[in-house]
């Protein structure tokens, strides 16, 4: 059974830094893609960035291309998604999971079930 613990949400204000930390097992992480994602109430979750298993290629979604930065430790089977810039509107619960493809045309999709998330408020 795959498990996953995110960390490393909290309060801060905007134009702050953060980095988010994804501990994942049940799985061999490097063989996988990685996604981070985020939901807000009453919004559908959204796909933030992904990499593939070897970094070779990153996608970050428009609204934190140039601000986000995701990499991966595979030795430490650990997903990371630093973050500078922080507005507002990145207040959302953090995911990550293993997900089926990381492409520029193709929508990333989990390939388990969520973990708790990890939530980041970014107060103006």
């Known amino acids: 059974q795959v498990q996953v613990q995110e960390s490393g949400g909290g309060s801060v204000q905007a134009g702050q830094s953060l980095r988010l930390s994804c501990a994942i097992s049940g799985l061999t992480f490097e063989n996988h893609a990685m996604g981070w994602f985020r939901q807000t109430p009453g919004k559908e979750r959204e796909g933030v960035s992904c990499i593939t298993w070897n970094a070779g290629f990153t996608y970050y979604s428009d609204s934190v291309k140039g601000r986000f930065t995701i990499s991966r430790d595979n030795a430490k089977n650990t997903l990371y998604l630093e973050m500078i810039s922080l507005k507002p509107e990145d207040t959302a619960t953090y995911y990550c999971?293993?997900?089926?493809?990381?492409?520029?045309?193709?929508?990333?999709?989990?390939?388990?079930?969520w973990g708790q998330g990890t939530l980041l408020t970014v107060s103006a």
């Open positions: 999971a293993a997900v089926d493809y990381c492409s520029p045309t193709r929508t990333q999709n989990p390939i388990h079930s």
